[in-house]
């Protein structure tokens, strides 16, 4: 079972360059998600599986941000990246929440809740609903 974390951006240790120099706060978010995937342990059974991740968000620089992962590799599996499902896909083995979406996404955490699923979401009250929240602090 994924065990529940509660991170904050600014504890996360990340090469700084590009960040002023105009990385989007949205890429940040995914590149973030993408490395808190790489370090989680997948149940064994999911092991010839792509490793999808579905976003719930209302931004188009967050759908674009986390549509530049697919491909990326997990554990050696590509990452596929549903946006905005309508119902729970079953495949879904990871979960961002962009905050501005949080209502809208009230029954894909649900689902994500009774399932091994990393949830990820932004502002530090996100964890009491899921596994990780992303905190921007001083930038």
């Given at each position: ?37 790489r ?17 719930a ?10 549509t ?35 209502a ?5 955490l ?21 596994m ?8």
């Open positions: 079972m994924l065990a529940r974390l509660a991170l904050a951006g600014a504890a996360l240790a990340l090469p700084a360059p590009g960040w002023g120099q105009g990385t989007s706060e949205a890429s940040v978010k995914a590149r973030l998600v993408l490395n808190l995937m370090f989680t342990q997948w149940p064994s059974e999911l092991a010839n599986e792509p490793v999808v991740l579905c976003t968000t209302r931004r188009e620089a967050t759908r674009a941000a986390f530049e992962l697919a491909g990326q590799t997990v554990a050696g599996r590509p990452i596929q990246v549903l946006t905005n499902p309508a119902a729970w896909p079953a495949a879904c083995r990871a979960l961002y929440v962009e905050a501005e979406a949080e809208g996404a009230a029954a894909l649900a689902a994500a809740a009774a399932r091994p699923v990393l949830t990820v979401g932004d502002g530090a009250d996100f964890v009491a609903r899921g990780v929240s992303l905190v921007n602090v001083n930038d």
